[in-house]
């Protein structure tokens, strides 16, 4: 950015309906603030989009200077890619609409929507599409990278439900994508990453969801892990996709519901949504309750909104946060045993063990349908490394890649891009197995210069 002239910036701004921030401008820092806060950079501009042609202007000004940008939507990812040193910030988290029509059971959305915004406008009319499980995560990131949560058993990945985008691409035009007009490109977006332009508008479909669900968490003794995901394991590879159910081993929170005695103590947790008639969903779970005497459960019907935030007290913005991820198609006793292991060496009462259970309607697209490739992996395995002090950087980083050593010889093929921290450039290839290739011909074509290449990245050589 050094080589920028005030008087380019000012030119820029004739242009730029939205605000532009420089270094020591009031708001500067929160806006490069991001989720993770192991990511401390300082863009020299950063250009806050209210609109598709802000965006274009943003990207013609970067490229007739020269300048590196990164994308910013939630500002969730873990790798940090959407802030860079001395870089152009292209900043959509202004850009926040989500327009629902309930009859033709779609909706169209900013790239600036967190998914509590998503939720809470579709939800008006009972209707959902599967997002994510932390609601302050972006729309846009998530989507971009394949996308899952409790609904995608029943209705798939989140691109799976993706039926348009409108896209800037590298050189400053704007583009519309679908499975008839530039199918190519929408087949690259639906998993592809910020790779092939900016994303500045999704159109959805939706499904009936709730608005009330059966949903909520059993809490077990760590003493008995073994049982419980033994049973777990056998349990969801036959559960109805309407059942969904993810297993969490940590430090138990203060849950309410917990005795005073098991706060902090280790634990393994059952988390569950039935998208479905709840009295069906609760002859379903009944099973769960037997794989262990368990602490304490908090299952009720409750607000799918509600529902979709149940996680976020523990998943605040501001910690420092190492994560490592694998693929599962099942979750063998070999990879139990390390998960156990694993859990008893809790480096920090943040860090957790995730096991996210996709499969059902997820594994019934084809690998090549789309980006989007690893429809065999039934579960994500996640070593979340979280903690508060620079102090403990070292000790927490070491356990998750430990593990993540430790259970690879259990982990199937590819990964999901949107767990990729910022030092495993060396696994975009691998994250996508058989379409790699394709996506590398088609960067090619869309972005020959790598002009988008604060991702996950995807070299058009
Ligand atoms: C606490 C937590 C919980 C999570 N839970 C889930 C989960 O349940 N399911 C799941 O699938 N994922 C989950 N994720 C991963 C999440 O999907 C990714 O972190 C995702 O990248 C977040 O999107 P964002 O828009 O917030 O990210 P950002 O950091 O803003 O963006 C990430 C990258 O996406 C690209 N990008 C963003 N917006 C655009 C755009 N409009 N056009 C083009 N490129 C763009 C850019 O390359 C950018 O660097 C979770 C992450 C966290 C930290």
């Not at 081993?249 to 393994?268: C, S, T």
């Not at 063998?332 to 156990?340: K, R």
Request: neutral net charge; glycine residues 10%; proline residues 5%.
């Amino acid at each position: 950015m050094k080589q920028l002239q005030k008087a380019n910036i000012d030119e820029f701004k004739v242009h730029f309906r939205g605000s532009v921030l420089l270094p020591g401008d009031a708001g500067y820092n929160e806006v490069r603030q991001i989720w993770n806060a192991m990511i401390d950079r300082r863009p020299g501009l950063i250009a806050r989009c209210t609109s598709p042609e802000d965006v274009v202007q943003a990207v013609r000004f970067a490229r007739k200077h020269n300048l590196l940008v990164s994308i910013r939507g939630g500002g969730h990812n873990i790798a940090g890619n959407a802030v860079c040193d001395d870089c152009l910030m292209i900043d959509l988290s202004l850009m926040k609409g989500v327009k629902v029509d309930p009859k033709a059971r779609r909706a169209t959305v900013e790239p600036g929507c967190t998914l509590a915004d998503f939720d809470m406008a579709t939800q008006v009319h009972g209707l959902a599409t599967p997002l994510g499980i932390n609601s302050t995560t972006g729309v846009a990131g998530l989507t971009l990278g394949g996308g899952f949560g409790w609904l995608s058993r029943k209705y798939g990945m989140t691109v799976d439900n993706l039926l348009s985008a409108e896209v800037v691409t590298a050189d400053g035009s704007q583009v519309r994508t679908s499975a008839t007009e530039n199918d190519d490109l929408f087949w690259g977006l639906r998993g592809g990453g910020g790779n092939f332009g900016i994303v500045t508008s999704f159109e959805f479909k939706l499904h009936p969801v709730g608005p009330n669900v059966l949903s909520g968490l059993i809490v077990f003794p760590l003493d008995q892990t073994k049982s419980v995901l033994t049973q777990f394991a056998r349990f969801t590879k036959t559960m109805p996709d309407e059942l969904n159910v993810w297993a969490i081993l940590r430090k138990a929170p203060p849950l309410p519901f917990l005795p005073a005695n098991v706060h902090g103590k280790e634990v393994v947790v059952l988390a569950l949504l039935y998208a479905g008639d709840p009295a069906e969903g609760e002859k379903l779970i009944k099973p769960l309750r037997g794989f262990g005497t368990a602490h304490g459960e908090y299952i009720g019907v409750q607000p799918y909104t509600a529902w979709q935030k149940a996680f976020d007290p523990l998943l605040t913005p501001g910690a420092r946060n190492y994560w490592k991820s694998h693929n599962l198609s099942q979750l063998s006793e070999g990879a139990i045993d390390t998960i156990i292991e694993c859990a008893g060496t809790l480096p920090s009462p943040q860090c957790e063990i995730f096991i996210g259970t996709m499969g059902g309607q997820t594994a019934r697209v084809s690998a090549e349908a789309m980006a989007y490739s690893s429809r065999d992996a039934n579960y994500a395995l996640n070593f979340h490394g979280r903690w508060e002090s620079a102090n403990d950087d070292e000790r927490c980083i070491a356990w998750a890649r430990n593990f993540f050593a430790k259970s690879r010889p259990f982990a199937s093929s590819g990964a999901y891009i949107n767990f990729l921290t910022q030092d495993e450039t060396d696994r975009v290839a691998f994250a996508y197995g058989a379409t790699y290739s394709r996506l590398v011909e088609l960067k090619k074509k869309y972005d020959p210069t790598n002009f988008f290449r604060m991702n996950q990245n995807i070299k058009p050589t």
